[in-house]
């Protein structure tokens, strides 16, 4: 028996009929799951990792290259896009019709991660200019922005119906 990965982060607005001529269950994904499928855990995990294991590895010295933060929070970012793309994405199968990547999940999936790096103190190569006032020590406005954002989005991004 293969195993089926069909959109595991696909945000769900109705269920699947069980049948043929059946009505959809309503609310599919509660609030709590959508919760879950927008915030890139995933990926915050990898990048806090690295985060902990450069400034050990380096203590005060300037992190540069591949190492800093900036750029290492653009290859996670990238990685969330990439991750949000597939997980949200259906290819035609015997069990299901295809489906097309949630656009809107990945976005808000990627703000997301901007938000939570930034009210970490960490942050995006060439964004810094525009975005450092979401730092927690230079501006307290990310950690009101990310709790705020968390909170509110699921109740308003509802995602797509099931094929």
């Known amino acids: 028996m293969a195993m089926s990965w069909n959109a595991p982060l696909r945000i769900l607005n109705t269920r699947p009929a069980l049948g043929e ?16 499928k927008l915030v890139p855990a995933e990926v915050l995990a ?12 380096k203590g005060d010295a300037e992190l540069t290259g591949w190492e800093s933060l900036g750029t290492w929070g653009w290859i996670c970012f990238f990685l969330v896009i990439g991750s949000r793309m597939w997980g949200t994405s259906q290819p035609e199968t015997a069990e299901a019709n295809p489906q097309p990547v949630q656009k809107a ?10 938000l939570w790096i930034y009210a970490n103190n960490g942050g995006l190569l060439w964004a810094d200019h525009w975005l450092k006032f979401l730092r927690s020590g230079e501006g307290k406005y990310g950690s009101i922005a990310i709790a705020l954002w968390t909170f509110i989005i699921p109740w308003f991004y509802k995602g797509g119906t099931a094929a």
């Open 21 to 36: 001529g059946a009505a959809p269950e309503k609310a599919a994904d509660p609030y709590l799951a959508r919760l879950v």
């Open 46 to 57: 990898i990048y806090a990792a690295f985060k902990a294991y450069f400034v050990a590895a």
């Open 105 to 114: 999940a990945v976005v808000i999936a990627a703000f997301s991660f901007v």
